[in-house]
């Protein structure tokens, strides 16, 4: 199993800057693909930027130019580096994990970003 952890969530005025991460721990050898989704309230949870299996990058179209995932060398952590924030992108943002060998994807717990002046 894949065990998930973020921080870095908080409160940012509009036009300020996050930096989110997550640590996975577990059978890390498993994953394929490692990201962040969102949830606003009311809404659906939706992707914001994943790394797939092949290496790519994919991003929701909302937040292309202005947020960026990065993970390190070992693959075990990702980044969510969070500029010229709207109000739109508050949310709970969540880690997740895809693993193949098993077909199952793993969350964490979620972290709060609240982007208002």
């Known amino acids: 199993q894949v065990q998930l952890v973020e921080s870095g969530g908080g409160l940012v005025q509009p036009g300020g800057s996050l930096r989110l991460s997550c640590a996975a721990s577990?059978?890390?050898?498993?994953?394929?693909?490692m990201g962040w989704y969102r949830q606003a309230p009311g809404k659906q949870r939706e992707l914001v930027a994943t790394?797939?299996?092949?290496?790519?990058?994919n991003y929701a179209d909302s937040v292309k130019g202005r947020l960026t995932i990065s993970r390190t060398g070992a693959k075990n952590t990702v980044y969510l580096h969070m500029n010229s924030l709207k109000p739109e992108d508050t949310a709970v943002y969540y880690c997740?994990?895809?693993?193949?060998?098993?077909?199952?994807?793993?969350w964490g717990q979620g972290t709060q970003v609240t982007v208002s002046s």
């Open positions: 997740y994990a895809f693993s193949p060998l098993t077909g199952r994807a793993s």
């Open positions: 577990g059978s890390i050898f498993s994953i394929s693909d």
């Open positions: 790394f797939t299996s092949g290496g790519r990058t």
